[in-house]
């Protein structure tokens, strides 16, 4: 049986993307399924299996902690987990939906675990950009178990408009990876599995 819940409907997500260039649902997964998942990152956290996030990719990939300072764990392209396997394939659903709507070539996805402590951020900055032209859409999964000033929200920038995200757990985001966002300072420590929707297949190699 599937943990995720999409009440929404994918009709009003593709309208959502097409008119604002993003669409958000809350409680796609429930505070018990996130708290799993928390305590699943956390012992992969405490066993030194996340590293530090680098700006770029490939050969241009650096560690800039003045840009963002949050730490991720590639997830394999067959999740371990069986509730991140569930995740997975509902983004992976999510891909002929966007391609018909679109008129895009999407093939795959690529997805990571990101944890923000206390203090870290992620400046103003796009997902597809020169040196990365493959990523089409940004999908986060929120799962931290947020409360009012523990900070980390998400901000993307819309011609002269700020949309102000809170990474409550159980809320999903979809936008498109050219649009600019920044994650703002958390003041507590912040969970979430982040992607991209590309249109091309993913390997091993972008571990």
């Not at 599937?2 to 260039?21: C, H, P, Y």
């Not at 498109?176 to 390997?203: F, K």
Request: hydrophobic share 40%.
């Amino acid at each position: 049986m599937s943990t995720i819940v999409f009440e929404d409907g994918i009709s009003e997500m593709l309208a959502s993307i097409e008119s604002r260039g993003y669409y958000e649902c809350k409680q796609v997964v429930s505070s018990k399924t996130a708290e799993r998942l928390r305590a699943y990152m956390d012992t992969q956290y405490e066993q030194d299996q996340f590293k530090k996030a680098g700006v770029g990719k490939g050969a241009s990939l650096v560690i800039n902690e003045s840009i963002r300072k949050d730490s991720i764990l590639w997830i394999e392209r067959e999740p371990k987990n069986e509730l991140v396997a569930d995740y997975a394939s509902f983004v992976s659903e999510l891909i002929p939906q966007l391609n018909r709507h679109f008129f895009l070539p999407l093939k795959d996805k690529e997805l990571m675990y990101a944890i923000y402590e206390k203090g870290s951020f992620y400046k103003k900055h796009r997902d597809r950009f020169i040196g990365n032209q493959h990523r089409f859409f940004t999908v986060v999964l929120y799962l931290t178990d947020w409360q009012e000033g523990d900070g980390g929200e998400l901000v993307i920038y819309k011609d002269d408009t700020q949309i102000k995200v809170t990474p409550t757990a159980g809320t999903f985001i979809i936008f498109m990876s050219e649009m600019e966002h920044e994650v703002l300072p958390a003041l507590a420590r912040r969970y979430s599995i982040t992607g991209w929707v590309t249109d091309v297949p993913i390997g091993l190699t972008f571990l």
